[in-house]
């Protein structure tokens, strides 16, 4: 398995999906528009961020017919990602 290197964002991104996964006990899909409210990032590099995690099966990035974002969900490999950041926090 190769060692992937994270942005800051992209382990904010991780946590961020892994903390609302755990509150809505993952029963509710979390919201892009939420997820963006809540990272202060540019729309430019949280849309990067966000891509390259997909990319690497992390994430699933829901979209409209249209094809705009509208939720995120993490995947098995990304919830074990995103609990060894927050272990190492």
Same mark, same amino acid.
């Given at each position: 398995?190769?060692?992937?290197?994270?942005?800051?964002?992209?382990?904010?991104?991780?946590?961020?999906?892994?903390?609302?996964?755990?509150?809505? #006990? +993952?029963? !509710? /899909?979390?919201?892009?528009?939420?997820?963006? &409210? *809540?990272?202060?990032?540019?729309?430019?590099?949280?849309?990067?961020?966000?891509?390259?995690?997909?990319? #690497? +099966?992390? !994430? /699933?990035?829901?979209?409209?017919?249209?094809? &705009? *974002?509208?939720?995120?969900?993490?995947?098995?490999?990304?919830?074990?990602?995103?609990?060894?950041?927050?272990?190492?926090?």
């Amino acid at each position: 398995m190769a060692a992937w290197r994270l942005s800051r964002l992209q382990q904010q991104i991780l946590h961020w999906l892994a903390a609302d996964q755990q509150r809505t #006990r +993952g029963m !509710i /899909v979390s919201s892009h528009e939420d997820l963006v &409210k *809540a990272l202060p990032a540019d729309k430019g590099n949280l849309s990067h961020s966000l891509h390259t995690l997909e990319e #690497r +099966g992390w !994430i /699933v990035i829901g979209r409209s017919p249209g094809g &705009k *974002a509208q939720h995120v969900t993490l995947t098995p490999e990304g919830s074990q990602r995103a609990s060894e950041i927050v272990k190492k926090l």
